[in-house]
């Protein structure tokens, strides 16, 4: 095992006394005393290696780096801020207001919806007059329905497209264009264009669930540890909330403060929404997110069309024969609505605009109450996690998303009641927080490593081909004249059936046992990839194979290594001899067994 030097785990700068403010002195005596820690004798991670790789062909300018800083997150073990953490929290960030503005123009589409039901003369109620063939206050569940149903079909396929191709950061920059597109033309709604708005709510949809596949996918590399990979989500969603709860806090005070309609609401909304994933998506998948190789080639007279098609049924089938834990928990999620929130939002709007009679404020109150509480839940997430395990936190979860639901349908009868929303928004905020984290850490933890965008494709279409079924019941209920509180609480029904499930699982240490040797096995067949991300590997081994003979004539020929820091910023001239001289001395611990690495590496590719 090689001993990573601070300089290749770095993000794009390291942690320095100039960064933190804190005492240059006590930094450089905790340093010593850190390089001789257990933790850094580790394998680096896919994210790692792949950073450390980069040529850095299309770095930011130093001014515009500064965009970073709020969304970095360290490393727990080394202490260190990692490029592709900090895109995977930026792009969280940018995905919470895209998928929070289906609060504000779902809300006005339902109303415009009503609105256009009004013209037809024949109809004498326009809550029950279809509009397209479907009652107004059904549009919403209708769209999701149609989302989940093609996501669920396609997902699968796309994961296995990624894992024969190179393109992986492609779909992910490609998705983030769309769907943020997407949410940017919406800002012509009105009631002539409702019903194109409308289509383009559903095509945003799609794509935000496939930009999660392929975002999902980077996520099992950036640590091969599960305490560092709690930590990396739980901050991940806390950083998704704050900036989603801010972009909420602003489109509520304008909305009142310019005593706005609600039409004028939602294209605040839109607006605001689309300049924020311009920013944080296109800096992060320019910048940050590195490449990666193909994980298998197509096999002869095959085409990647029926390769994935065949890869699919194969994967299926040894998820279902080898890896419990990970067949009850696809089986579960077949009954949870996590096809992201948008099953509950789709819900939680049309019941609150047509039932509760709450205006676009009063619902984006509730969102925000909702969202500022995702944080304790995000942190509660973090904590159990790491004491009772993610299979039990995930659990937990569910149950109490589930109870408290049950309760809202049970005690919120009518308009008059609305200020209990406010109350159970906040602890659905904390279920929300508490429930998603877990279960991206649990899936993280049981997948064979190796084939992440394929599995976690699969892991979209258990969790999407009946996502929609909630809001399936909740649309035919409504159109059947049922009572909507009878509809919202087929949610709590789901949510008892997919924790239930969970149960079969087996023992969740048992089930990281079983996918741990793919771990090793995927880091050491990565770590040998021809990659042109940062030069061939053979130059990596060429350079490698230098600095493995400057260790041996001593520390003399490690301050040229040193000198081939990467350039940095002319007004961080004290950070530059910080960072030269911590990897003078952490080059010094690299023992001859990188010798040993080298001649074995080029053995492999030979």
């Known amino acids: 095992h090689i001993e990573l030097a601070p300089i290749i785990m770095s993000s794009s700068q390291p942690e320095t006394a100039h960064e933190t403010g804190s005492d240059p002195t006590v930094e450089e005596s905790t340093s010593a005393d850190d390089r001789d820690k257990p933790a850094l004798q580790r394998k680096p991670s896919i994210s790692e290696q792949a950073s450390a790789r980069s040529t850095r062909r299309l770095a ?6 500064r965009i970073e800083f709020p969304f970095r997150t360290k490393n727990i073990q080394t202490n260190q801020y990692l490029e592709e953490a900090t895109g995977h929290a930026m792009d969280v960030a940018a995905r919470g207001p895209i ?69 992986r950061k492609i779909i992910g920059a490609a998705s983030a264009f769309i769907m943020t597109l997407s949410v940017g033309l919406q800002i012509m709604i009105s009631l002539d264009t409702w019903f ?33 990979m709690g930590h990396y989500t739980s901050m991940f969603m806390i950083r998704q909330y704050f900036v989603q709860g801010i972009y909420t806090s602003v489109v509520v005070a304008f909305s009142q403060g310019l005593e706005m309609k609600n039409l004028d609401t939602a294209k605040l909304a839109a607006s605001l929404a689309f300049a924020i994933g311009v920013v944080l998506l296109g800096y992060s998948w320019t910048f940050l997110f590195r490449k990666r190789p193909k994980l298998r080639q197509v096999p002869p007279n ?58 676009v404020n009063e619902i984006a109150t509730v969102s925000l109450v909702m969202l500022f509480s995702n944080i304790p839940g995000a942190l509660i997430s973090k904590l159990m996690c790491r004491k009772v395990n993610p299979l039990n936190s995930f659990r937990m979860a569910e149950i109490l998303f589930a109870i408290t639901n049950a309760l809202i349908a049970a005690t919120v009868t ?11 928004s906040a602890l659905v905020g904390v279920a929300f927080g508490w429930m998603f984290p877990s279960q991206r850490t ?32 909740f649309t035919a209920m409504n159109e059947a004249g049922v009572n909507m509180r009878w509809g919202l609480s087929s949610l709590s029904f789901f949510l008892i059936v ?56 001593g520390k003399g020929n490690n301050a040229n290594a040193v000198g081939q820091l990467p350039p940095q910023d002319s007004d961080n001239g004290d950070v530059v001899n910080q960072e030269k001289e911590v990897a003078l001395e952490s080059t010094t611990t690299v023992t001859g067994d990188i010798v040993s690495d080298v001649r074995e590496k080029e053995r492999n590719l030979q």
Request: aromatic share 10%.
């Open 60 to 65: 930011p300018p130093s001014f515009l780096r």
């Open 99 to 167: 998928n929070q503005t289906g609060t504000f123009v779902g809300s006005a589409l339902i109303r415009l919806a009503i609105a256009d039901a009004k013209t037809n003369p024949n109809c004498a109620n326009p809550l029950t007059c279809p509009v397209y063939g479907i009652r107004p206050t059904s549009i919403l569940t209708v769209g999701n329905i149609i989302t989940g149903v093609i996501a669920g079909v396609t997902m699968p396929i796309m994961g296995a497209l990624v894992d024969h191709t190179d393109h």
């Open 196 to 228: 194109t708005v409308y289509v383009l709510e559903i095509i945003g949809g799609y794509f935000l669930i496939m930009h999660q596949v392929t975002t999902m996918a980077y996520l099992p590399d950036l640590t091969h540890d599960l305490t560092e």
């Open 302 to 359: 095959s085409n990647i069309f029926t390769t994935g098609f065949k890869q699919i049924y194969v994967t299926t089938l040894t998820v279902f024969r080898q890896y419990k834990a990970l067949k009850w928990l696809m089986v579960a999620l077949l009954f949870s609505p996590e096809a992201g929130a948008g099953t509950v939002l789709a819900i939680a709007v049309t019941f609150l605009t047509s039932y509760v009679k709450m205006e």
């Open 414 to 424: 009518g308009p008059e009641r609305k200020r209990l929303v406010y109350f159970y």
């Open 442 to 473: 649990l899936a993280v933890a049981i997948i064979p490593k190796g084939q992440e965008t394929e599995i976690m494709g699969l892991i979209s279409f258990f969790g999407q081909v009946l996502g929609w079924l909630p809001a399936m019941v």
């Open 498 to 553: 997919s924790c239930l499930f969970t149960f079969l699982c087996g023992s969740f240490e048992d089930a990281v046992k079983m996918v741990e040797h793919t771990s090793d096995a995927y880091l050491e067949r990565f770590s040998i990839k021809d990659v042109e991300v940062g030069g061939s590997i053979l130059k990596e081994v060429a350079e490698e194979e230098e600095a493995a003979e400057a260790v041996e004539e």
